[in-house]
């Protein structure tokens, strides 16, 4: 069977609810490889909700519908604050990257709770503000940016995740309407463990398969090197 946009591969999926430390309750969905135990996860970090980013935005979604089966991951996603999806809506109200610190470190918490190993934070667009804003907890291994515009985080961030020394790999359309790899080289400078990768002819929102593979292949490369390359049919 060719894998597909709608491919659906087994795993053990579970609804779960996290706690944020300011009082609300977000709502999400915890992917596992359905026989195996995972070998690293993925914490998904979703793009602008008032743009119409969630825990289903396409990306990601493919994500936890093959990694966990492909690669072994456990795929995590949730609604930030005020965000709704089929899964449901997460209590409070958007706050532009400020308050959704309490939600990155509730989802941390519950990976570090329920043991999830080597936690790493997919972020796409918003959610790659919010990584590098507020990921650097010591449980976090590294993270991957998609689409990162850079616009909520500033140079300090930057500097402080030089500081913090985990892996940065920002994957930078060739077409994204932000942030182009030439300005994105520039500004990542400052964070010398952090790798720019530049597709070509891409955009903003990765729309295509090709592009899918692309992505989902460079979080395996780092997350689980041993299931590199990803197969197109199972």
């Not at 008032?50 to 795929?75: C, I, N």
């Not at 934070?121 to 503000?129: A, D, Q």
């Not at 590098?132 to 909520?152: N, Q």
């Not at 930057?158 to 500004?187: H, I, S, T």
């Amino acid at each position: 069977m060719d894998i597909r946009a709608s491919t659906v591969l087994p795993a053990r999926r579970e609804p779960i609810e996290l706690h944020t430390a300011d009082g609300l309750t977000l709502v999400g969905e915890l992917a596992l490889p359905e026989e195996r135990p995972p070998v690293a996860t993925l914490v998904c970090l979703h793009p602008l909700p008032t743009e119409g980013g969630m825990m289903d935005s396409h990306l990601l979604r493919k994500a936890s519908y093959r990694l966990p089966d492909l690669a072994d991951l456990a795929v995590l996603r949730f609604n930030t604050r005020g965000t709704g999806s089929e899964r449901g809506t997460s209590q409070g109200s958007f706050d532009d990257g400020e308050g959704e610190r309490f939600d990155v470190a509730a989802a941390v918490e519950y990976a570090e709770f329920h043991e999830l190993p080597r936690p790493w934070l997919l972020g796409w667009s918003f959610g790659t503000e919010l990584a590098l804003k507020w990921g650097r907890d010591p449980a976090i291994e590294g993270a991957i940016l998609l689409s990162p515009p850079l616009r909520r985080a500033t140079d300090e961030d930057l500097d402080a995740w030089a500081e913090f020394g985990r892996p940065l790999v920002a994957m930078v359309p060739e077409l994204d309407d932000f942030l182009q790899p030439d300005e994105a080289r520039k500004r990542f400078a400052r964070v010398p463990q952090c790798e720019v990768i530049a597709v070509e002819r891409a955009k903003h929102l990765w729309v295509g398969e090709p592009y899918v593979r692309i992505v989902l292949n460079e979080i395996v490369r780092r997350l689980n090197p041993a299931a590199h390359p990803l197969p197109t049919h199972v």
